[in-house]
């Protein structure tokens, strides 16, 4: 008697969760924003599904969301046909990230680090400890012999008005992979850049230094660009290969909801070969689905700096700062003009 009870209860639960997904995609549809009550539904739908949910969803957004005859790759980072991106997307289908052939050129690199040395950037407090009234003094200078917390973050206005960010953006080659993996036209999402620092050597949940997933979209792609040299004490990016496929994460993890795990909770569930650590020099460029399973380790020496562009088939989900495009790049005005959807959430008075 008692099961069933809780399996009703339990039915109860994923009916009122599917109705506020619903009632929630009806208010999007009209006013391009998501009910923090239809985020939280999606979310607990990943975790009593597996992610069959978000497969359904995106099944039905493939329907009015369609691949857009986007510009061919232009042979930068190793992607020079379709077919090249075709091919890398079915490795991120299979093991949830690529490292791709070239990196960024070192011009690009030194520019990016120069930008983030020069401009002011937020510190994030550590899990725990007290925020601030005037959060705007927060914002400060990074000065690499002296971190003042783990991670500096830089505003997004600030990172999406820097030529060479753009550059990324509108780059033929990072476009196609993204179409390839979404089957969809890509919209430019949740553009960002930080430093984490050897301020702790003890990981924190703020700088996401806990495994965890990501569940702010319906299906996305993100792609992680090393500005920095990273080594094992830099702390690299660390990914669970093959967590990002539908019944990738257990339901034992999943029972714990949007939750930061650690390493002995996700080692029991995983082989150790599982558990890859991107070492790389700067300029290095990583297209990974965050819906598995991932974290950045905790610095030991030195610093990284990370900049994170990723592209999604919708922007139902979680809720972010707006922000647009102050000026614009040649190729980039050129390309919001001809593919105003894959850069709508960045751009005034869009129509979609």
Known sequence: ?????LRLRAVRRVAKDLLALLMGAGLYAFRRT????????MIRLFCWSGGRSNDLITTLIRISNRKATLPRPSGELGVSTGADAERIADYIRRDGSYVFDQRLSADICDR???FA???????RPAKGDPMPADAERLKTIYDRRNPLAVRYDFDTGDVLNCADVQSIMVNPS????AQSYLNSTPIADVVSMWWHTAFSDQPDEEAAQFFH????????LKFFIYLTDVGPHNGPHCFVRGSHRTKGIPAALLSKGYARLSNEEVS?????????QFVAPRGTVLAEDTRGLHKGLEVRSGDRLMLQIQFSNSLFGGIYPRCSFRSMIPRLDHMAHAYPQVYQNYLENSRF
């Open 112 to 114: 990016l680090l120069d």
């Open 34 to 41: 998501t009910p923090d009550s239809a985020h939280q539904a």
């Open 174 to 177: 990072v476009l196609s992979v």
């Open 268 to 276: 029991r569930h995983y082989r150790q070969d599982q558990i890859v």
């Open 1 to 5: 008697m008692n099961k069933l009870i």
């Open 117 to 123: 040395l020069h401009t002011p950037a937020r510190i």
């Open 213 to 220: 997933f990501d569940m702010d979209r319906i299906k996305w």
